[in-house]
């Protein structure tokens, strides 16, 4: 008999995230849900485990791989999806830079890095980094999240070719104007959602359904060759011109 399949996913509270992994468990994975808005430190269900994390702290991520390490003997698909973006102001300007880069970008790196030795001993290894649209296109007064995003998609070569050695795979979701809490400012107001949809060809946001389909595609078998891409989900937003 196969062995369970293991997940790890990040910012799976609510959102996109949660609709992650919500689909890996409905297609038999474990999954190791990893959230700051969690009330308890850890919580123990049949298949998923949700673990309380603030991801700009690194001692923390170090404990999460350690308890990790300790209960299982591989991972299949790590799902660095956790985000933040923060108000930039005169006088926060300095805390808004570092806080936004080490949750959208360092940790992805440092998570990644600790879960190597149990991604190398599944049978289909594969990372898979959300980004934005944000790395192709500026979006105003967030110079620290497109930055950020920008720099998920330059780790995601660095790990499709330095991981390659172990047969895991690395890959980026740059997804558009989805409907979660982060695009609901956009979303309900008016003139905002309607400059939205005059650059979107397919003309309504995305869902947090079809962003979780095309992450458990790239998890999966079906998508073995495929390495070190970034792919856009955002109904045509860019290609409009």
Same mark, same amino acid.
């Given at each position: 008999?196969?062995?369970?399949?293991?997940?790890?996913?990040t910012?799976?509270?609510?959102?996109s995230?949660l609709?992650?992994?919500e689909?890996?468990?409905?297609?038999?994975?474990?999954v190791?849900?990893l959230?700051?808005?969690?009330?308890k430190?850890i919580?123990?269900?049949?298949n998923?485990?949700?673990?309380?994390?603030d991801l700009?702290k690194?001692?923390?991520?170090?404990?999460?791989?350690k308890?990790?390490?300790?209960?299982?003997k591989k991972?299949?698909?790590?799902?660095?999806?956790?985000?933040?973006?923060?108000?930039?102001?005169?006088?926060n300007?300095?805390n808004?830079?570092e *806080?936004?880069?080490?949750?959208? #970008? $360092? +940790?992805?790196y440092? &998570?990644?890095?600790? =879960?190597?030795?149990?991604?190398?001993?599944?049978?289909?290894p594969s990372?898979v980094?959300?980004s934005?649209?944000?790395?192709?296109?500026?979006?105003?007064?967030?110079?620290?999240?497109?930055?950020? *995003?920008?720099?998920?998609?330059a #780790? $995601? +070569?660095?790990?499709a &070719?330095?991981?390659? =050695?172990?047969?895991?795979?690395?890959?980026?979701?740059?997804?558009?104007?989805?409907?979660?809490?982060?695009?609901?400012?956009s979303?309900?107001?008016?003139?905002?959602?309607?400059?939205?949809?005059?650059?979107?060809?397919?003309?309504?946001?995305? +869902?947090?359904?079809? &962003?979780?389909?095309l992450?458990y595609?790239l998890?999966?078998?079906?998508?073995r060759?495929?390495?070190g891409?970034?792919i856009?989900?955002?109904g045509?937003?860019?290609?409009?011109?």
């Amino acid at each position: 008999m196969e062995d369970k399949k293991i997940a790890v996913v990040t910012g799976a509270y609510g959102g996109s995230g949660l609709k992650i992994a919500e689909l890996l468990l409905k297609k038999g994975f474990k999954v190791y849900t990893l959230d700051f808005e969690y009330k308890k430190n850890i919580q123990i269900q049949k298949n998923r485990i949700c673990y309380k994390i603030d991801l700009s702290k690194f001692t923390q991520i170090k404990s999460f791989a350690k308890f990790l390490k300790k209960r299982e003997k591989k991972v299949d698909c790590l799902i660095n999806n956790a985000g933040v973006s923060l108000k930039k102001t005169k006088n926060n300007f300095i805390n808004y830079w570092e *806080k936004t880069l080490k949750i959208n #970008l $360092t +940790s992805v790196y440092v &998570l990644s890095e600790m =879960i190597v030795p149990l991604l190398k001993k599944s049978k289909n290894p594969s990372i898979v980094n959300i980004s934005s649209i944000s790395s192709k296109i500026a979006m105003s007064q967030n110079p620290a999240y497109n930055a950020s *995003k920008a720099g998920i998609l330059a #780790l $995601t +070569s660095s790990q499709a &070719l330095d991981f390659s =050695i172990y047969k895991i795979r690395s890959n980026a979701i740059c997804p558009g104007y989805i409907k979660t809490n982060m695009t609901k400012t956009s979303f309900n107001t008016k003139k905002l959602k309607n400059a939205r949809l005059n650059r979107l060809t397919i003309k309504r946001y995305g +869902s947090s359904e079809e &962003l979780a389909n095309l992450a458990y595609f790239l998890c999966s078998e079906k998508s073995r060759y495929i390495n070190g891409q970034d792919i856009v989900i955002d109904g045509g937003f860019l290609k409009k011109g």
